[in-house]
C-alpha cells in the first residue's frame, strides 16, 4: 500500500508491526507492553485526510511499558535502533513549535498515559467528581484509537473501563442537557419577537449544539471536540433524520421556522429515549406559559432523575452536569488538573 494512501493509524501499525514489535520483543518480554495510536491526533479518530499530512502527522506510536523505570530505557533503545526512515518517510521530525528532530514513539505506563488524559491514574476507580471532569475527547484519547498488540490487557481494561458512563450518571448528564435546553428554549423566539433576529439565531444555535450533544449521549458515544463535534455526530444513527431539523434551527426565515425545526428535533430524540427505557413521555415540548414558545415537557427530566439509584448521584445539582455541560473554555478543557479543580470545587 502506498504511504499515500495509507492513513495515519495504518501507516502506524505497519511501523509497529515491521520495526518497533521486533526491537521490543528482543528487549522486554512480550507481557510487559502494549502499543497501539491513541492520544490527541486525527489519526487516532480515523479522520485525518490530505490536509492532515502538513503538520505533526506521520510515523507516530504510543507504546506503554509495565513498570516507570523501563521508560528510559525503552526510549534509550528506540533512539540507538531505529533507523532514519519508514516506507519512504522520516522518523525523526520536528513537531509544531519544535526545531529538534525527534521519534514519536511515546513510551509511558498505563496509569501516567490515564493521568495525563483523564486526570486519574485507574480507570476502573473513577468518583462520580472524576467522571463529570472527562470531557468526550478525552476519553476518545484513550478509547478510539487502534490497538496493535496488548501484552497483559492492562491497556485493554482501561480502555473498556472508560468506554460509557455509568449507568446512573448517564441518566444524570442526560437530564442536564434536557435541562440545559430548558434555559434558553423559550428566548429564541423572545428574542426575534423584539426584532433581534441575530439574537434569535445565536440561540438557536447554542441549542442546535445540546441537541447534537444530547445525540451522542442517547447514542452512547463521546463527542469530540469542537473540530470533529459535528464529523462524528454524522455518524450516529439518528443524524440523518435530525440533520434537516437542526438546518432548519441554524437557517430557518424566521423563528417560527427556527423553534418547528427544534421541536420535531426533540420528539426524534424523546422518541429513542423512551425506546430505550429511560423515559416514557408522550411529548417533548409544551407551551411556555400562554406564550407562543416552547419548553421541554417537565415529566422528561423527572422521569431520568426518578430511576437513579445512586444517592451521591442523585444528590447532584440539576443542570450542571459533566465538565463540557459546564464550559466550552478550550483552555479548561485541555486539562484534566484543571477540570477536575473545577468539578471539585462546583459539586
Given at each position: 500500500?502506498?504511504v499515500h494512501s495509507c492513513t495515519g493509524a495504518e501507516l502506524s501499525r505497519g511501523f509497529f508491526d515491521d520495526l518497533v ?92 498515559f490515564l493521568s495525563a488524559t483523564i486526570g486519574v491514574d485507574r480507570s476502573d476507580r473513577l468518583t462520580t467528581s472524576d ?20 501484552g497483559n490487557g492492562e491497556l485493554g481494561r482501561a480502555r473498556d473501563a472508560l468506554a460509557w458512563y455509568p449507568e446512573d ?179
Amino acid at each position: 500500500m502506498s504511504v499515500h494512501s495509507c492513513t495515519g493509524a495504518e501507516l502506524s501499525r505497519g511501523f509497529f508491526d515491521d520495526l518497533v514489535r521486533p526491537l521490543l520483543l528482543a528487549h522486554l518480554p512480550g507481557e510487559s507492553f502494549a502499543a497501539g495510536r491513541l492520544g490527541a491526533g486525527s489519526d487516532v479518530l480515523g479522520l485525518d485526510d490530505e490536509v492532515s499530512r502538513d503538520h505533526d502527522w506521520g510515523l507516530r506510536l504510543s507504546v506503554f511499558v509495565a513498570q516507570e523505570d523501563q521508560i528510559d530505557a525503552t526510549v534509550r533503545l528506540l533512539d540507538n535502533e531505529l533507523p532514519t526512515v519508514f516506507r519512504g518517510l522520516p522518523i525523526r521530525f520536528a513537531f509544531t513549535g519544535e526545531t529538534a528532530a525527534r521519534h514519536h514513539v511515546e513510551v509511558q505506563t498505563v496509569s501516567g498515559f490515564l493521568s495525563a488524559t483523564i486526570g486519574v491514574d485507574r480507570s476502573d476507580r473513577l468518583t462520580t467528581s472524576d467522571w463529570l471532569s472527562i470531557t468526550g475527547q478525552a476519553a476518545l484519547e484513550v478509547t478510539a484509537g487502534p490497538v496493535f498488540f496488548d501484552g497483559n490487557g492492562e491497556l485493554g481494561r482501561a480502555r473498556d473501563a472508560l468506554a460509557w458512563y455509568p449507568e446512573d450518571l448517564w441518566r444524570y448528564v442526560i437530564a442536564c442537557d434536557w435541562a440545559r435546553l430548558s434555559q434558553e428554549m423559550p428566548f429564541l423566539g423572545r428574542a426575534a419577537y423584539v426584532g433581534d433576529e441575530a439574537g434569535s439565531r445565536v440561540i438557536g444555535a447554542r441549542l442546535a449544539q445540546i441537541i447534537m450533544h444530547l445525540t451522542f449521549l442517547l447514542e452512547r458515544h463521546w463527542p469530540p471536540y469542537s473540530k470533529w463535534f459535528g464529523t462524528l455526530w454524522g455518524a450516529l444513527a439518528d443524524a440523518g433524520e435530525l440533520r434537516p431539523f437542526l438546518e432548519a434551527m441554524l437557517s430557518g426565515a424566521d423563528h417560527a421556522a427556527r423553534q418547528a425545526g427544534m421541536a420535531a428535533a426533540l420528539e426524534v430524540l424523546l422518541a429513542r429515549q423512551n425506546r430505550l427505557g429511560l423515559s416514557e413521555a408522550a411529548h417533548a415540548t409544551v407551551p411556555f406559559w400562554d406564550r407562543p414558545y416552547l419548553h421541554p415537557a417537565p415529566e422528561i427530566t423527572d422521569q431520568l432523575l426518578a430511576g437513579i439509584v445512586n444517592q451521591e448521584v442523585r444528590a447532584l445539582p440539576l443542570g450542571l452536569g459533566s465538565i463540557e455541560q459546564r464550559t466550552d473554555n478550550v483552555d479548561l478543557l485541555v486539562s484534566p488538573q484543571l477540570r477536575r479543580q473545577f468539578i471539585r470545587d462546583r459539586s
